[in-house]
Structures are given as C-alpha cells and as structure tokens.
C-alpha cells in the first residue's frame, strides 16, 4: 500500500504578509509545496491530503488542486477552532485553530494507510520524501505504533540572517527517538555550530546533529492515540484560559514515547532544508529554487 502525504496547509502566513503557501517561488510560478508534492510523487507516495482553513478553498483548489489532476489524487480536509471532541466549547475570544496535532485529525476519516506529515511552506528537499516513502512502504500492513521522524543535520538547517530556533534531537542506541529540546538560538560561532544554553553560553553541537523539522511519519492507530490526549488536553483548565494554547505533533509524540506506546525511528536525510519565514526570506528562496533547476535536480516546469 502506498503511503498518504498529508500537507498542513492551514497557518495564518502572518508574519509573512500573506497566504504563503499559495506564493509562486519556482520559474513558473510553481509554490514550495508543488516541490514537496512532486518530489513525494517520485517518493512513492500514492496520495496527497491537504489540511486548509475553509475560507480559501476555492483559490486553492484553482491555483493548487487543478496542478495535480492526472499526477496524483488529492484530498482536502479543513481545520477548524470549532472542530472539538464533544462536551467541549471554544473559548470566547480565542482566534487561532488548536495547533498542529489538531490539524494532523482533521485527516482522520480520509487517511487509512501510513501516511507522512510536512509543513506546506518548508522546502524538504528530495531525499527527504525518498528515505520516509521507503520508510512508510516497508512497514507491514497492520503495523501500529512504529511511526518514524526524519532527522535533519543540524548544519543544513541554518540561516543567512541569523539565529534559528530548532528542536535538537537525541536517540537510543537504537536510532529512535528519546527526547526533543526545543533550542531557540542556534548559529555558527567561529565555525562550529553551537545553541544557546539556559545560562546563555554556546555550545557545540556536531553538524550532523538531528533536528526536527516537521517531517513525521505515523500509521493510523495515531488518530486514536491523537483524539484521546486532545480530550485530556482540553480537559485543563490552563489549556482553555490561555487563549494561545496549541495541540502540537512534539507533544503528541513525547507522551507515546514516554509512555512506552510507540516508538518514534529517527531517519537521516542529505537534504538541504530551507523556507520562507518573513518577506525579506523569499528572494533567497528563488534563488535556491533556480540553483536547483540548473544542476537538474528539478525540470523547469514540474506539472
């Protein structure tokens, strides 16, 4: 059975200015998820689901959707603040839908098969797609609980302009998943790349250091798993007072993981990630888009 690439597609763009995931990056207009989708396909990959905000339906469906008829099939499912377990209400005065694991259930009545989770505006590279594709292809039909993440080194995760916040990974003798750190400066110091510790020192980390990037693999019992903790989630008063409170993968996962339910694989990849946080990041994006077409990487036009 083929794997399922599920895109969260859903996020406001604000500190961009704009509906980011509908941009035109590439030579033709192409976005960074026509990337994702066309090197997903070559992943092996049977199926693409995209979680959205209902309000741009429509503009997705014709700038996004009608590129892929004939390359593969598409879903879409949509993310709402409303879209609760029952017994539980949205807080007045609360703006934004429940995170990334919220998004993640949206997929829940459309996705039967193991799937991999991306952010719509992160350019993963092809490898990426490459090493979770086989990853997700291989495992057996009714496999539970063996889900898997892709680790990027630390060192091709970096910025130009700047420190970059990352989610340093650490792993057993196994090569799964113990632990995520969420270090929020990380830069090159005379070299090495090093993170800011508590009491404000660099240190050194190797450039091969996994980091997560966002790239999950799960199989469906995670749905379940998924629905269960949203309720204790909701079920704390803290979670429904602090009106910014979000239901991320990273907590879903540590809770599995934790509890000895599943185990996460940690999969090294050779890609190169890079992304469009703020306006002044997007020219940079081009750029790395044409030097990519150039050395044949990507054909000109993708669909």
Not at 20 to 46: C, H, V, W
Not at 64 to 72: A, D, T, W
Not at 249 to 261: A, E, Q, S, W
């Amino acid at each position: 059975m083929k794997p399922t690439l599920f895109v969260l597609a859903a996020g406001m763009g604000s500190r961009y200015g704009g509906l980011k995931q509908l941009d035109g990056l590439g030579p033709n207009g192409e976005t960074i998820m026509d990337y994702s989708i066309f090197d997903a396909i070559r992943g092996g990959f049977g199926k693409v689901v995209f979680v959205i905000r209902k309000d741009f339906e429509d503009a997705f469906r014709e700038k996004v959707l009608s590129k892929y008829e004939g390359h593969i099939p598409t879903e879409l499912v949509f993310q709402s603040i409303n879209d609760l377990p029952e017994g539980f209400t949205c807080p007045e005065g609360r703006q934004k839908p429940w995170g990334t694991n919220h998004a993640v259930l949206m997929g829940k009545d459309v996705i039967k098969e193991p799937f991999a989770v991306i952010n719509a505006d992160d350019f993963y590279g092809r490898d990426t797609f490459a090493v979770i594709g086989k990853y997700l292809s291989n495992l057996p039909q009714d496999a539970k609980n063996d889900y898997c993440m892709v680790g990027f080194r630390v060192g091709n995760t970096l910025s130009e302009s700047g420190t970059v916040a990352r989610g340093i990974c650490s792993t057993d003798e196994n090569g799964n998943l113990t632990t995520v750190v969420e270090r929020t400066e990380i830069m090159r110091v005379d070299g090495p790349v090093c993170y800011k510790d508590e009491e404000g020192k660099w240190v050194a980390v190797p450039d091969n250091t996994p980091v997560s990037m966002n790239v999950w693999g799960f199989t469906p019992d995670y749905f379940a798993h998924s629905e269960a903790y949203f309720k204790e989630f909701l079920s704390d008063p803290k979670n429904m007072t602090n009106l910014k409170a979000e239901f991320f993968i990273p907590l879903m996962v540590n809770k599995l993981i934790n509890d000895k339910t599943a185990t996460v694989k940690v999969l090294d990849t050779t890609s190169h990630w890079f992304g469009v946080t703020y306006a002044a990041d997007r020219q940079g994006v081009v750029d790395k888009i044409q030097a990519l077409i150039d050395k044949g990487e990507y054909p000109a036009k993708l669909f």
